[in-house]
């Protein structure tokens, strides 16, 4: 299965410069994406996941447009043409 991950402007220097990634992976959960897209960028991926694996609290991964952080976490599951997209956290005083 491909999976599409739109990834900030911000960390797109770590993906070789783009911005949408086309990721193969037989894992169908984001925990499966991501880590298809740590090993595809390694750079990336260490920017956007803690050493144990998990998302870095300053970046938000959506499905679609549920966060996440408020469904099964990594194990959420990634249906066939659905996005899935990394935000970093903006914030500021």
Do not use: C, K
């Amino acid at each position: 299965m491909t999976v599409a991950m739109v990834v900030p402007h911000l960390l797109a220097p770590y993906a070789d410069g783009q911005t949408t990634l086309a990721l193969d992976t037989d894992a169908p959960t984001v925990g499966g994406a991501l880590s298809a897209m740590a090993s595809r960028y390694p750079a990336l991926g260490d920017r956007v996941l803690t050493e144990q694996g998990a998302v870095r609290p300053h970046i938000n991964v959506f499905v679609g447009e549920q966060n996440i952080r408020f469904a099964d976490g990594t194990a959420t599951t990634v249906p066939p043409g659905t996005t899935v997209m990394i935000v970093a956290a903006v914030s500021g005083g």
